[in-house]
């Protein structure tokens, strides 16, 4: 999947719509190239909000992976829980300063405790 980029009031916004996987697994995002940290400022607060379409099991982790290269073939963890625990339905906010996670590129990723792939997850970056 691409990123859906929409602006308002001159505010980056992507989104997208992923399932989620079908086993205790991590899951990926598509590679994300429109956010970068602002080096040589003091931070870069970017805000990132989840919606399960359900969780079937205990919880939902979301992390933020980077990689040296935009196809993400090796990732590193950045963030370990950017939201940990989403058990519902509805959105979860989670604002991190990208200062202090610089990488090339970036990657959301997600990892449920059960099978979830009758499940999707809707994704919004901004700021």
């Known amino acids: 999947?691409?990123?859906?980029?929409?602006?308002?009031?001159?505010?980056?916004?992507?989104?997208?719509?992923?399932?989620l996987p079908a086993s205790a697994v991590n899951g990926y995002s598509s590679v994300i190239k429109n956010i970068k940290p602002k080096i040589g400022k003091t931070s870069r607060y970017m805000s990132f909000m989840f919606n399960a379409s359900a969780v079937t099991g205990t919880n939902l982790d979301m992390m933020l992976y980077g990689s040296d290269t935009e196809a993400g073939t090796?990732?590193?963890?950045?963030k370990d829980a950017i939201i940990s625990d989403i058990t519902a339905t509805g959105w979860t906010?989670?604002?991190?300063?990208?200062?202090?996670?610089?990488?090339?590129?970036?990657?959301l990723a997600w990892l449920a405790d059960t099978d979830e792939h009758l499940n999707t997850i809707e994704v919004k970056v901004f700021g």
């Not at 090796?74 to 950045?78: F, Q």
């Not at 906010?93 to 990657?107: K, Q």
């Open 1 to 19: 999947m691409a990123w859906n980029k929409k602006t308002a009031n001159d505010l980056l916004v992507l989104n997208e719509t992923y399932t």
């Open 74 to 78: 090796e990732k590193y963890l950045l």
């Open 93 to 107: 906010l989670g604002r991190i300063d990208l200062n202090s996670y610089v990488a090339p590129y970036y990657f």
